[in-house]
């Protein structure tokens, strides 16, 4: 069974930088997809980016587009979230995910979360 693992988050000031790492346990990660969401406070949980794990393809939701960027590294399998020009609104709980279907499905795997705090 694969387990993910978050690690990065933290307290960081208002167009500053954290990088997110999401390690997989538990056996090589074969699936689909890779991808990151978040949940804010009183908010539910949203899609923040995807990494295609086999064709390195990536997709983001629009809010983060230009800012963030997605990526992996299937030797290690490993994949990460770089955060450059931070924003309060950018504060969450950031979750790792898998997907083993390319088309269609849920997610399968998940994260615990690891909280990013930006202040202004």
């Known amino acids: 069974q694969v387990q993910l693992i978050e690690s990065g988050g933290g307290l960081a000031q208002a167009g500053a930088s954290l990088r997110l790492s999401c390690a997989a346990s538990g056996g090589a990660f074969s699936g689909a997809w890779m991808g990151w969401f978040r949940q804010a406070s009183g908010k539910e949980r949203g899609f923040v980016a995807k990494i295609g794990w086999r064709s390195g393809s990536t997709q983001y939701t629009d809010s983060v587009k230009g800012r963030f960027a997605i990526s992996r590294d299937n030797a290690n399998n490993a994949m990460y979230l770089q955060m450059n020009s931070l924003k309060p609104e950018d504060t969450a709980v950031y979750y790792c995910?898998?997907?083993?279907?390319?088309?269609?499905?849920?997610?399968?795997?998940w994260g615990q979360g690891t909280q990013v705090t930006v202040s202004s």
């Open positions: 995910a898998g997907k083993k279907q390319l088309l269609g499905g849920t997610w399968d795997y």
